[in-house]
């Protein structure tokens, strides 16, 4: 059974506002499950592997979010080598349903998070200047990809949407307010697919093999995300359809003001995955950060 790709869409006739929550305790139901990843657990752990993770060393990440008979691949090979030490993941995603202010990031109240394995705690964040939508973080699968195999490592998270940087110094402020409000055993997850090519996404600039170009440009992306050169990323990959280039570039920043090493890991296309050949296909990069 196949699980959907990412696929592109920003509802303009929504947008999120700055709302106040007070509800005690929230949960974030599992909007997604039985569609974009098994809801039977036998099922699931055939995609989570939780008898392989870790001990590792990565702390920090850039993985996709797409369905996970697409993405478990990637998203596996961090919590198979996660750092011990790490207790606690922030995943940063961009708003799919949900039009976000530039530069701005979207929290919510939640509590816990609904898994097929269980609950997991979730502490929100509360970051000054930032907004707070439920129904944006609901209804959001760049941030639900991830959850099961977070509560299968036995671990905490915390959400924030971001969809647009205004410039480096707006990446420098968000860095600063989410290091700020973390400690050493909490890591980043970066949620973003790489380039969505094909008349199905709007972006055909490269005629003849397509796919091959494709796979060298979001390479060299990935290449300077790891070797956390921001502001080169900032001036070159902002302007295709990578969905998720701006919690990508602030995973990358925090990765150095944290003093991590970065290196590409795995990559492929839906093609790959499929084994098709496809006019519109997704590319899928990881950037891994390690103490």
Known sequence: MKFYQCIIFLDRKRSVTNRKYYHINMERYAAFAGSWYPADKKDLDEYVRPDLFGPGDITDAILPHA??????????????????????????????????????????????????????????????????????LQREHGVEMFLPFIKAAGLSVSYALINEVTGMDNITDLVDSLINMTDESTGFIASSDFTHYGHRFGYTPYGVNAGMKVKEHDSECARLLSNMETEEVLRRFTDGTICGIAPAMIAS???????????TGLSYTSDDISGTSSDDFVSYQSVLWRE
Do not use: M, W
């Open 253 to 263: 920043a925090i990765a150095r003001k944290k003093g991590r090493n970065g290196s």
């Open 67 to 136: 369905g996970l008979y697409y993405s478990a691949r990637i998203i596996r090979q961090f919590f198979q080598e996660l750092s011990p030490g790490i207790k606690r993941i922030v995943i940063i995603s961009p708003s799919h349903y949900f039009r976000l202010p530039p530069g701005t990031l979207c929290t919510a109240p939640f509590t816990f998070s609904a898994t097929p394995y269980g609950s997991i705690e979730t502490i929100p964040l509360n970051t000054d200047g930032c907004i707070s939508s439920a129904p944006a």
